[in-house]
């Protein structure tokens, strides 16, 4: 079945440092989302990219979605305190017709050292 | 508007008991999913619902698992007999899907379990 796989599991940065989290599928993805759970909290949406090479912004936060529609990267500009909790990447296949089952990365834990 | 509600919050039992998570999605969604979560596992999905119709249960565990969607507004997942291992937190998300369209998914606060 799907795999869904992020690197790294757990990331330390500085405050003011960048950081970037990797989500790899083993098999196209119809779309790819983000989420971000903060500690004791639920996953939150941050956004879905639907088209290959796709590009989008959220004030530090930059997303894309590889030409291959499998893979996607989240980057975090200049983290703050704020930005500390676990991120998520989860897309459906690319296959999966009318109904489709979004699976979840284990997830990138981030600790922003103040 | 309220979110996705989940209940109870936190749940301890003892092992070989029965536990039921109830979950009610926000009105108007026609997809609920239930994922359970663990350190080991991540976000795991184990069953949903397309128009109160289960699509695809191949994430529950074994026969000790079942969920079942009466109607559009109310949702269970019973694990009967709960062992240790099945300790995790259980989280209810519901969206909206259009076609084809992968919705944003909406989670619950969840349900921790504890089995002793």
């Known amino acids: 079945g799907q795999q869904v796989m992020q690197i790294p599991q757990y990331q330390h940065v500085q405050e003011g440092e960048d950081f970037t989290t990797y989500c790899n599928s083993s098999?196209?993805?119809?779309?790819i989302q983000w989420y971000k759970q903060r500690p004791g909290g639920h996953p939150v949406f941050l956004i879905q990219l639907v088209k290959s090479g796709e590009v989008k912004k959220q004030k530090r936060l930059t997303f894309q979605f590889g030409e291959a529609k499998k893979n996607s990267s989240l980057h975090i500009t200049a983290t703050q305190t704020t930005d500390v909790g676990t991120y998520f990447c989860?897309?459906?296949?690319?296959?999966?017709?009318?109904?489709?089952?979004?699976?979840f990365g284990i997830g990138t834990k981030l600790q922003v050292i103040p | 508007d309220a979110g996705v509600i989940q209940s109870p919050r936190h749940e301890v039992t003892e092992m070989g008991q029965e536990v039921t998570l109830r979950c009610k999605p926000i009105?108007?969604?026609?997809?609920l999913f239930w994922y359970r979560q663990t350190m080991m596992r991540g976000l795991e999905l184990l069953i949903y619902?397309?128009?109160?119709?289960?699509?695809?249960d191949s994430g529950m565990p074994e026969d000790r698992f079942s969920a079942k969607m009466p109607n559009a507004s109310f949702s269970t997942l019973k694990i009967q007999p709960s062992e240790p291992r099945d300790s995790a937190v259980y989280f209810c998300a519901s969206d909206l899907r259009l076609a084809l369209n992968t919705g944003e998914l909406f989670f619950g606060e969840g349900s921790r379990l504890t089995v002793l």
């Open positions: 009105s108007g969604h026609n997809s």
């Open positions: 989860a897309g459906p296949p690319g296959d999966s017709g009318g109904y489709q089952k979004v699976t």
């Open positions: 619902f397309n128009n109160n119709v289960p699509i695809d």
């Open positions: 098999t196209t993805l119809s779309n």
